[in-house]
């Protein structure tokens, strides 16, 4: 069983940082690919920021600059954000592509919530 469990979450006065991380553990054989994606209440879920495993970046136009992906082995995952608005208030999900032997699928944490408050 292939899982994804990211952590890291919380309340946070604008301005300020959080660190989310994401580790996915099971009999994975190759992962292609792992970003971050988040849903605000109310809106469809979107992308954040993804990397490849050829360590391809992509951001998000709203969070470039502010947040950074990075990966310090294949099923570790962070997300560093700072300057954080009200804007990046939402639940924020780790996804992967990856594989188990017998072809790519996608895969998604639960999810850990991000609030940004005064």
């Known amino acids: 069983q292939v899982q994804l469990v990211e952590s890291g979450g919380g309340l946070v006065q604008p301005g300020g940082s959080l660190r989310l991380s994401c580790v996915a553990s099971?009999?994975?054989?190759?992962?292609?690919?792992m970003g971050w994606y988040r849903q605000a209440p109310g809106k469809e879920r979107e992308l954040v920021a993804t990397i490849t495993s050829g360590g391809k970046i992509n951001y998000a136009a709203s969070v470039k600059g502010r947040f950074t992906i990075s990966r310090d082995n294949p099923k570790n995952l962070y997300l560093e954000m700072n300057s954080l608005n009200p804007a990046d208030t939402a639940v924020y999900y780790c996804?992967?592509?990856?594989?188990?032997?017998?072809?790519?699928?996608?895969?998604w944490g639960q999810g850990t919530q991000v609030t940004v408050s005064s």
């Open positions: 099971g009999r994975i054989v190759g992962i292609y690919a």
């Open positions: 996804n992967a592509v990856l594989t188990t032997g017998s072809g790519p699928f996608d895969r």
